[in-house]
């Protein structure tokens, strides 16, 4: 079964301009507030289609392992990869020049009226709102993966020991990295 939204290799538009890295990643800011990741992958893969499903994930993958929040690093990568530094520069001031106005005007405002109920209803229905767009997000990113039943094994794996056994996330993956690495190569 494949995901009728995938976006296969040769569904790929020309590779983003330096200005339409700052202008896609900038609209991603303004509209992902909070839970960008979903709105990444959307962006990315199924609007612009500057990257395939799977180079999405490729790409994801590898940014996970850096330090720094994954979107900003996805950022950093997805510039990289189609105009160098500079494209790389313009992909992470896109990303991050209008939320860190709006979190400085947030943070004001919030020091205001901080104990209001109505204030903290809103961050209740947000973080339901985040979760739910996390949740759909992940399951858009295992269907590449559906029917290779290694790579989904590593990943249930991956989800038990950090989300049931509550084992830290960096010695989880320093484990589970060279494993799938491993399996992956030898593996007709």
């Given at each position: 079964m494949s995901d009728p939204n995938a976006v296969k290799s040769h569904d790929i538009s020309a590779p983003p301009s330096k200005a339409q890295l700052f202008i896609g990643f900038l609209t991603l800011g303004l509209i992902g507030f909070g839970g960008v990741l979903p709105l990444?992958?959307?962006?990315?893969?199924?609007?612009?289609?500057?990257?395939?499903?799977?180079?999405?994930?490729?790409?994801?993958?590898?940014?996970?392992?850096?330090?720094?929040?994954?979107?900003?690093?996805?950022?950093?990568?997805?510039?990289m990869e189609f105009q160098g530094v500079r494209g790389a520069l313009c992909a992470l001031l896109g990303l991050i020049c209008a939320p860190t106005a709006i979190v400085i005007g947030l943070g004001v405002v919030y020091a205001r009226y901080q104990n209001d109920a109505h204030v903290q209803h809103v961050f209740a229905g947000l973080a339901a709102a985040a979760a739910g767009l996390l949740l759909s997000t992940a399951i858009k990113m295992l269907m590449p993966l559906w029917g290779k039943w290694l790579p989904l094994m590593i990943v249930g794996i991956c989800l038990v020991a950090i989300a049931w056994l509550r084992f830290p996330l960096l010695p989880t993956m320093l484990v589970l990295a060279p494993v799938s690495i491993l399996l992956a190569w030898r593996r007709p």
């Open positions: 990444a992958r959307n962006m990315l893969v199924e609007q612009r289609r500057w990257l395939s499903s799977e180079k999405f994930t490729e790409l994801l993958g590898l940014c996970q392992f850096l330090p720094g929040g994954n979107v900003i690093n996805l950022s950093v990568a997805v510039g």
